[in-house]
Nanobody, 116 residues
Framework: QVQLVESGGGLVQDGGALRLSCLASGSIFERFNVMAWYRQAPGKQRDFVAAIINDGRVPYAEAVKGRFTISRDIGKNMLYLQMDSLKPADTAVYSC?????????WGQGTQVTVSS
């Protein structure tokens, strides 16, 4: 059973930074199609944040371009999201996901709160 576990969320002031981590059980990062971060603010739909695609593309949502950086360490089975210049609008539960052929896996999410 594959599990994804996020960590690194917390409370930070406007303009601050956080780094989220996503640890995967098993070697799924070696055979992925897409690995990504999504976020969901209270009362809103879940939104795409950033992704690493197996063809080399690394797309970002317009709202986070230039501020967030997605990266991975396959040897450690880790996916990261470095978040700089955080804004109150970035407040949400952040979840990592990995798409393999025929299935998706999701973590439970980690709360990020940015105070003004």
């Amino acid at each position: 059973q594959v599990q994804l576990v996020e960590s690194g969320g917390g409370l930070v002031q406007d303009g601050g930074a956080l780094r989220l981590s996503c640890l995967a059980s098993g070697s799924i990062f070696e055979r992925f199609n897409v690995m990504a971060w999504y976020r969901q603010a209270p009362g809103k739909q879940r939104d795409f944040v950033a992704a690493i695609i197996n063809d080399g593309r690394v797309p970002y949502a317009e709202a986070v371009k230039g501020r967030f950086t997605i990266s991975r360490d396959i040897g450690k089975n880790m996916l990261y999201l470095q978040m700089d210049s955080l804004k109150p609008a970035d407040t949400a539960v952040y979840s990592c996901t990995v798409n393999l052929p025929g299935t998706d896996f999701w973590g439970q999410g980690t709360q990020v709160t940015v105070s003004s």
